[in-house]
């Protein structure tokens, strides 16, 4: 039998019998250079740990989970030794000299309901997160923006991660003056009855859906901050920390269907504005008042001094 293999076999069984505190030693001594969390279309999670290379064993937590498919090799792909630690809860590997690749799949981790997946993770080290198809995500209620990157760095995570695929958009064209401004409203949701009034500088439209994430990108030289959002006439939060510089992100969660109201400052131009023809009258007056008034005081003046002489 393998001398090494012999040695690793003592090894694991004294970590077994050593208090939990004292095994901790080894996962101090080990050092993971990435974690990877994959996660694709189907809401299928793929996780990848990438350890160095040590010259004696090391151990590693493992995320919290359903684990299957776990495989543990070096970067030739070749097998490295290792042994569980309780219930999947991490695992001791072997001494190599290359470093050493876990992988697995979590199952049941990620769940959809109400078109929204949903996973609550937790591991207290960094940890990164690729996505399919999607620019916006939720952590902890709160909307990160991906834009065109895949994914996220997740730093000491512990989050609640919140996603939605192919979610319905909805486009409404506003009009002031002759400009004109593209509305978009994401949403689950349905939408009726869009409408927007210049005079209050309001959005508004009617929800039906419970606590269904709403997003509404406004262009921001159209109706700019300050901000406010409305339920039914009650004030709601929302979220607004997404701004590319043109458009503007403005995230909320109703709990119930109702009325929104969005609000803010009114953009326009007003050089661009034609005075009315009926508005022109009453300044052309002033002006030829100002001028008859000036006239009559200089013959008046002129009258008084020629009488005088």
Same mark, same amino acid.
Do not use: W
């Given at each position: 039998m393998n001398c090494q293999f012999i040695v690793f076999s003592i090894i694991v069984s004294l970590l077994i019998i050593i208090p939990a505190a004292y095994?901790?030693?080894?996962?101090?001594q080990s050092k993971q250079?990435?974690?990877e969390v994959l996660i694709n279309s189907l809401g299928e999670v793929h996780v990848k740990h990438v350890v160095d290379g040590l010259g004696f064993p090391n151990? %590693?937590?493992?995320?919290?989970?359903?684990?299957v498919n776990l495989t543990v090799k070096d970067q030739e792909?070749?097998?490295?030794?290792?042994s569980m630690i309780g219930n999947n809860d991490g695992l001791i590997i072997f001494p190599s000299k290359e470093?050493? %690749?876990?992988? @697995?799949?979590?199952?049941?981790?990620?769940?959809?309901?109400?078109? %929204?997946w949903t996973m609550d993770f937790i591991y207290l080290k960094s940890t990164s997160f690729l996505?399919?198809?999607?620019?916006? !995500?939720?952590?902890?209620?709160?909307?990160? @923006?991906?834009?065109?990157?895949?994914?996220?760095?997740?730093?000491?995570?512990?989050?609640?991660?919140? @996603?939605?695929?192919?979610?319905?958009?909805?486009?409404?064209?506003?009009?002031?003056?002759?400009?004109? @401004?593209? %509305?978009e409203i994401r949403t689950w949701a349905k939408i009726n009855q869009f409408n927007f009034d210049p005079g209050l500088g309001e959005i508004s439209f009617e929800l039906k859906g419970?606590?269904?994430?709403?997003?509404? !990108?406004?262009? !921001?030289?159209?109706?700019?901050?300050?901000?406010?959002?409305?339920?039914d006439g009650e004030k709601i939060l929302f979220h607004n920390y997404i701004n590319n510089g043109t458009h503007v992100w403005l995230n909320m969660r109703p709990q119930n269907s109702g009325d929104i109201s969005i609000t803010g400052t009114v953009i326009t131009d007003f050089g661009e504005i034609?005075?009315?023809?009926?508005?022109?009258f009453p300044v052309e007056y002033v002006i030829v008042s100002i001028i008859i008034g000036i006239v009559v005081i200089g013959v008046f003046f002129f009258k008084r001094k020629k009488v005088r002489v």
């Open positions: 095994a901790q030693v080894f996962e101090e250079r990435s974690i151990q %590693i937590d493992l995320i919290e989970g359903k684990i792909g070749n097998k490295i030794q290792h470093d050493v %690749i876990v992988e @697995y799949d979590l199952l049941d981790e990620l769940t959809l309901k109400d078109n %929204i996505f399919p198809d999607v620019d916006l !995500i939720f952590v902890n209620e709160k909307p990160v @923006y991906l834009g065109e990157k895949k994914g996220i760095m997740c730093h000491g995570c512990q989050m609640l991660l919140e @996603y939605s695929l192919n979610e319905p958009k909805l486009y409404e064209n506003v009009k002031i003056q002759d400009n004109e @401004y593209l %509305i419970e606590n269904a994430f709403v997003t509404t !990108i406004i262009p !921001i030289d159209f109706l700019s901050e300050p901000y406010q959002v409305f339920l034609e005075i009315p023809a009926e508005d022109k």
